[in-house]
Nanobody, 114 residues
């Protein structure tokens, strides 16, 4: 059974940092990229970071570039999303996804106060 479990959400402050993790099981982790998404209330999910299966390539939209950093540890079957210089617009539920599939975690809430 494929599982992805996010953790590390919570309350952050404007200009501060939070670190999210995604721990996976049930599939060959090294063969898939990991995508991180967020969803604000009433809006569709938007991608905030992507990392390739090898970890050698990453990509970010303009909204998170230079603030967010995605990494992965293939031995630990996990990915980490480091979020710096937070702003209230980063408030959302954050999800990790096995890239190219319908396998998602349940999400973790991030709330950033001004």
């Amino acid at each position: 059974q494929v599982q992805l479990v996010e953790a590390g959400g919570g309350l952050g402050h404007q200009g501060g940092s939070l670190t999210l993790s995604c721990v996976t099981s049930g599939y060959p982790f090294k063969e898939y990229g990991i995508s991180w998404y967020r969803q604000r209330p009433g809006q569709p999910p938007e991608v905030v970071a992507w990392i390739s299966s090898s970890g050698l390539n990453t990509a970010y939209p303009d909204s998170t570039k230079a603030r967010f950093t995605v990494t992965r540890d293939n031995d630990k079957r996990s990915s980490t999303l480091q979020m710096n210089n937070l702003n209230p617009e980063d408030t959302a539920v954050y999800y990790c996804r096995r890239s190219g599939t319908d396998s998602w975690g349940r999400g973790t809430q991030v709330t950033v106060s001004s």
